[in-house]
């Protein structure tokens, strides 16, 4: 199997996203022969691939995929897709915004079945850790590593996010056996890095610490355990399962290092100098006590291992922000960031 990039028209969806413009990014580097974005902004940054489009190398069709007339612009001529547009956020958001997330729903069956339409030959898909049983994941004393059979019934995913990309995988298999399209679900595990935003953990810690919080506030106990994953590992496993799974098999992308949320504020607050007084705040959103992949299958099936360890990514993210965006800025969108998304922001955080 494997791809030859050089004769491939791939469509990105939510391509100006944090990780859809990494996959974007290194799609180019591969000399993909296209590569289309279809995005609304929504929560998508423009900065993230103006230089892309500017230069010619992305063409970009800006609207809500939602609309049929949209899907079908977007789908033409394409041979490959990297479907990542969701209404999606980050924990605060996924959580108070259960009827947004189920739009999902419904953009995920307008894409596939454009797609489908259209003669697309493959789509590889944006999934989350979220899929996951939540009732396997309550215990932190329990050192467990969720292997991809565990999604199956009784499912019990996370909310109407993790519902939405359960059905969406489920939709994508089904694709692959009766309709012998080739698909690839990918189950993201709490992605950072840069480009990353406000509304996931590892992006607050560091903006908290940017601001001088103090006391520095902690969703949760602080016992929470997770095992964030570098973007760059993201975007490489993605385009990997593009090139080696066809049937609809789902894969977790994601480290098996156990790190607690505590832990993570120490070493942010250490990285900016910062000794703030903790204080801990168990109401507000937490997610599930313990989330940790385990990615064997990503090895057996792509040779995937991530690269980056958390101490070693959270110093690449800690140094992007801090060069790229400025106290004022920040402060004016962190409060509605924490449980919102996108371009509701009062001001856009970008320094250039
Ligand atoms: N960030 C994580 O930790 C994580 C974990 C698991 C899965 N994921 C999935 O990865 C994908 C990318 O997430 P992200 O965190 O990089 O950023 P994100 O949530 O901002 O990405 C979504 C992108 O889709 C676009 N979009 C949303 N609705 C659209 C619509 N109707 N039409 C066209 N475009 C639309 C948004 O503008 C944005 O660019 C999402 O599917 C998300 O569910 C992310």
């Known amino acids: ?40 902004f929504s929560s998508g940054v423009r900065t993230n691939i103006r230089q892309q489009v500017e230069a010619g190398d992305v063409e970009l069709v800006e609207g809500d995929l ?15 897709i990297f479907h990542l547009a969701a209404d999606h956020g980050g924990r605060g958001y996924v959580d108070l915004h259960q009827y947004d997330c ?5 953009l995920d069956a307008t894409l596939f079945g ?31 590593y969720l292997t991809e059979d ?35 679900s990918c189950r993201y595990f709490t992605v950072y890095g840069p480009r990353g935003v406000e509304n996931h953990a590892v992006i607050a810690m560091i903006a908290r610490a940017f601001l001088r919080q103090d006391p ?19 975007a490489e496993g993605t385009i990997l399962a593009s090139e080696k799974i066809e049937d609809g098999t789902a894969i977790n992308l994601g480290t098996m290092e156990r790190v607690r949320v505590i832990d993570a504020v120490h070493s ?55 060069a790229n965006k400025r106290p004022e800025d920040v402060s004016a969108i962190f409060d509605f960031m924490l449980t919102g998304r996108g371009k509701a922001a009062p001001v856009a955080a970008e320094k250039r």
Not at 7 to 36: C, N
Not at 119 to 139: H, K, M, N, W
């Open 1 to 40: 199997m494997g791809l030859n990039w050089s004769s491939s028209k791939v469509l990105v969806t939510g391509g100006a996203s944090f990780i859809g413009s990494t996959i974007v990014d290194k799609l180019l580097e591969r000399g993909a022969a296209s590569v289309r974005v279809v995005d609304d």
């Open 66 to 80: 939602r609309d049929p007339d949209v899907a079908e612009k977007s789908v033409q001529g394409v041979d490959s």
């Open 102 to 106: 189920s739009t999902n729903f419904g």
């Open 114 to 144: 454009t797609a489908l339409k259209a003669e697309v030959e493959r789509i590889t898909f944006a999934s989350s850790g979220c899929i996951y049983p939540l009732y396997l994941q309550g215990d932190v004393n329990e050192i467990l």
């Open 150 to 184: 565990k999604a199956g019934p009784p499912y019990d995913p996370d909310g109407l996010y993790g519902m939405a990309k359960l059905a969406g995988e489920l939709t994508l298999q089904a694709l692959a056996r009766e309709q012998g399209m080739k698909t690839a």
């Open 216 to 234: 520095f506030e902690v969703w949760g106990n602080g016992e929470q355990i997770r095992n964030w994953t570098y973007v760059d590992d993201i």
């Open 268 to 322: 942010v607050c250490e990285m900016a100098g910062h000794d703030p007084e903790i204080r801990l705040d168990p109401d507000k959103p937490t997610g599930p006590m313990n989330r940790v992949a385990d990615n064997s299958l990503a090895k057996r099936l792509l040779d995937w291992e991530p690269q980056t360890l958390f101490a070693e990514g959270l110093r690449k993210t800690y140094d992007w922000y801090v």
